[in-house]
């Protein structure tokens, strides 16, 4: 249970770690928008490991494949498109220790309370590798949107407490920016730091976390349904769904407990296009659940990564006490190859509000 | 569309702030659990205005009715349970600027652009009142889940910055703690605080904002399910349903983005029982989104309200510029009354997630 | 669990038999629609008990009351509609067999199998007064569709038996037609033997069933969805949930199986107003689960009343035999009143398909 | 959308039929279940075509693969299990009319009326291929309710109006006497005219209908859910939702139509080992939407192959008037090739409403 997301675009992800294959069925998605394979193996670069020395060396080549829903001449048919990776030197006997150790800050002790047996290597669905079918699945999300004007831009906005320089919609920042450094930080002095930072944590046998940010930019006003399933609140279920994620915030968040109602009110003003807009944007393009037409802004807390290259104290399966010892590589910090999925997530979001808003508004 | 949460517990509210009557459908309920209007009227009772002088002085009796789904003995039967709380001297016509003018971080400009209609009188959907129906399910929540040891409580932690001095998993802190004061803050020093500080929004004719922590004892370990419905991300999601709800953190949150992974890891040990537990608690009680036995733990960003006592700019429906005049009463700080609505909110995911968990392994 | 129906245009029902209340949420309706209590009631009306000698003597008033989801001036605002009926004269008392002793094909002892405990009186939600909830809210589906042309015809197709004769389309058929006799059947020379037959099963103290057919004209093309929420599975999910209800044919249906291919296949030509029909209609206007633009026809089997006024051989709730005495009163034939169900049914079928195709294709 | 059938135990199938591949993923599938490639084989080599004079001579090897969700020891995981079968000899390019002119009776035209683009190929997602996956699905149902006696068995009931001599519990009728005939009828002589029909159809390029008889044994009382998802609902449902299905009949159908209740109602005894059952079963096995203990009773009407070796009369794309000229290979009659697809459904249904049920009641 669990592995669908959306209600009128609806996305499936399926497979574990170190399994056969890693994919993705998105049931709902409009028919003749063009996608090839080509353009979610771009995005899917993006996440994988091993793009620079900050991420894990790890090799996973994840090559795409469309098995179903697109026509011979690259249209979707308005039927359910799959898409899958498989596994390369997918090695299940290597993972001795974790088999019966758990490992702390780790899903492998929940899994097996909740299942009674898990999938060991590689950790089975609780890996970030389970997110490459929700990096597929953005791809067609972004077909569905960027036609209409909606553009999803993410970035990394803070790195064990070093902060970029950048406003919350991400004013005049561009992909290339982000893309300029390996920590995907628009701010070249902090991403300059965060870099450092990163490679101490390496060298240290221990790891980092740190904040993304995401502007959705071109969403009308209109979407999203009030109540429990407001645009923010999906938004917030979307991003804590990532693993590592520990905290969201939308428009002024945390900080803007602190301001008084007089200071954190967005003031409406007609633009010189006509439209109605509004003087700030604490509101983080939100109000009362559903897009105001400004830009929607976010920020997701990502926990240092739990695999640290590092002796732990931690119990075995019988509840014995236990020495984890470290092994193989790790990825000291996630925040880098985080930024995909959280694009990903807010298209999968906006996709699906954008459908479901249609059905009942026309 | 969205005014539904849960996949096995399910609750839909319905009404409007001023119309008939607002309500609430539970379908899914296990049969055979006692539950009495009295006890749904408790919980309304706590989240009525008009407690105190730090809430508005509106007076809704909220006198609920169930309408079906308990027997004549008083156990549930399974079946729907419908229950309703008539709007009570709901006057529409004072509503004057409303009407034309979008009063600012409210949800009149957005509801118009989605729906092309909107319930002017009191907010119609958009209103607090509509978390009438919410505490009320939260009550039958509270029947399925204490059976099971489960206990939900929230207090205020921040008001305008003013923290409480009390750990995340509130221990020590019982009910009759947080109900010590008006303002729902179990250290009483801070409440002081806080309270000074509301009365001094109230004289100004501005309000605050804060923050509430929530903590659940008793939730066994393996509740919740992995990749998108990870407990925590459901938490997210009804908490940011709550109207204005501007963050979320779990555990760490986004503090812990500035420790290191071998200060945040959570050690695991063999309690005094035999259970395997952890000697921190930064997980929040949830590790790959499920629930681990330790206490689940969250804090909840509330925006300050906004509803002040001066004039503001804004645009009336045709964007022409416009005052918006100050009018009626106000709630100078939400956070008390939110108290009850974090407790219900978190009770509603907790009770989905043990019916899910019992439907997949038993 | 179950009380639900529809995906985008959603309605659940609420309420026992002789509780306090029965009623209706429907989330998911467009705004802007106009919709009376009047208009609700009417159909309510058709529904109800004591039309005719041909049904139950009981006095069921039905007074609906909209709680929720309507203007002021009586549009539809987009949020849930709530609409409820008051139950009155609900005198719990003279059940007395009942609630011990297993009235012999009725859902007594499912309910107790399942819940382990049941609304004795008027048999709780299994009563056929649950569909007053979903009579009103096709109310409300009617007006969604009625805009767009589609206008949904039910009558009585068959008693005991005795068929009319009226073609699947009902060509020519009135609703005037169908309400000219108690019976509901357009054919007055069938009508006059069904109500011969049903009074005579009247005085026998039995019952009899028979078959209500149900034709949706002026459904464009394209609606439904291919796979398992096929329009025409989505009819028998629907049609099979009003009590009684022992099978569903669609087209062809049953006697279609006794055709070769070459006699069965609806040819394509091209209308006199350009659009392509077929000159046959076996297809039942649904071809791979979407609608092409022909009438949808369909026909549904009711079993005969399972209340009868005889003694008959049962068990009590220890398995102990027993024998159910006769009290009361009885509808020897649920025919007549089927007719709205079978149109309400129809009606929230297809808003529903109409709500999801604009989704994904717009 | 429309591609996912149950809410506890869910069910995805994706893929056209000549596409690089068809499969399914199923969510929810309890942990600990023995589930090996070789049992779903099995299935799938009971719907294959090819397997003898009766059924269509395309080559589908229909090779099935376990992509994910079930661990080396071929246990499941419950996690999401997806399977695959690639397409072998899929080519596009010999479908010559298909691409512009409408086949009578299939879903060409209404695709393209739906989402004005279609996979031309072998019918897309229209085609029977599709219930590939729903045949790999149901041997996982099957995994989780053999373990609990639950035991479900179709067999082919009539071709042509040719009837078998079986009761409707199919009592004493084992898989294999199904087995025996290629006609998978158990009533030897009947089988032997079915076969006889069918050659006869085949020679004169025409095709023959029929109905699928399906009976569950070993239901224990108390599954399905009353009102909208009774669980004879949700088998009309999953039964129309094969392509071909147009009529569905639970117990006494639409013949129990003509009894009169005294003859119809199913009087309760206490059986021998003290469990309270029905000395009849017109009921079916489900009263009020709900299990009764019995065995479930169904038959499932399928219309005569759309496809014959004739000219047909029909429309281009343009509605200009046009011939079908007969072409390739077809199958004359789908019912034995219908019988482990009507099963499947059955335990879909059957599994979905098993979880449903733990998760109200436990």
């Known amino acids: ?7 009128a675009f609806t996305v499936t992800t399926f497979g574990e770690s170190h399994g056969p294959a890693l994919g993705v069925v998105i049931d709902g998605c409009p028919p003749r928008l063009p996608l090839a394979a080509a353009d979610v193996q771009r995005d899917l670069d993006r996440r994988r490991p091993g793009q620079s020395s900050l991420t894990s060396p790890r090799r996973e080549p994840d090559h795409v494949e469309i098995l179903s829903g697109v026509s011979d001449d690259g249209l979707t048919l308005g ?20 088999e019966t150790r758990y490992r702390p800050s780790h899903a492998d002790f929940t899994y097996d309370a909740k299942y009674g ?7 089975g669905r609780a890996s970030a590798r389970e997110t490459v079918g929700r990096v597929a699945a953005g791809v067609v999300a ?3 949107l960027a036609p209409l004007g909606v553009d999803v831009i993410a970035w990394v906005d803070e790195v ?3 902060a970029a320089a950048v406003d919350a919609e991400g004013d005049g920042v561009t992909r290339d920016d ?4 390996p920590v995907r930080c628009p701010d070249g002095v902090a991403a300059a730091l965060m870099i450092e930072r990163i490679e101490r944590a390496r060298k ?3 790891s980092v976390g740190g904040v993304v940010r995401c502007a959705c930019r071109g969403v009308p006003a209109g979407w999203g349904q009030p109540v429990f399933d407001k645009l923010d609140a999906e938004l917030a279920r979307a991003m804590l769904s990532i693993p590592a994620v520990k905290g969201f915030e ?18 409406f003003v007609r633009g010189d296009d006509g439209a109605i807009r509004t003087t700030t944007n604490r509101s983080g393009g939100i109000q009362g659940g559903i897009s105001n037409g400004m830009a929607l802004t976010m920020r997701v807390a990502f926990k240092p990564t739990a695999t640290i290259m590092r002796a732990q104290d931690t119990v075995d399966r019988d509840g014995n006490a236990a020495v984890l010892e470290p092994r193989g590589r790790h990825d000291p910090c996630v925040l880098p190859r985080a930024v995909p999925i959280v694009e990903a997530m807010a298209l999968l979001t906006l996709a699906d509000a954008y459908l479901r808003h249609r059905a009942q508004v026309g």
Chains 1, 2, 3, 4 share one sequence.
Request: proline letters at 2%.
């Open 1 to 7: 249970m669990g592995n669908s997301f959306g209600r």
């Open 79 to 98: 039927t359910p498109i799959a898409m899958m990776v498989r596994s390369v030197d997918a090695r299940s006997k290597d993972y001795g220790d974790v």
């Open 117 to 123: 047996i898990r999938a060991i290597a590689g950790g």
């Open 142 to 144: 972004r077909a569905v």
């Open 160 to 162: 064990a407490g070093i």
């Open 178 to 181: 982000i893309e300029a450094t």
């Open 204 to 206: 240290d046998g221990d």
């Open 250 to 267: 939308v428009g002024s968040g945390f900080a803007g407990t602190r301001l008084t109602g007089s200071e954190h009110n967005d003031r």
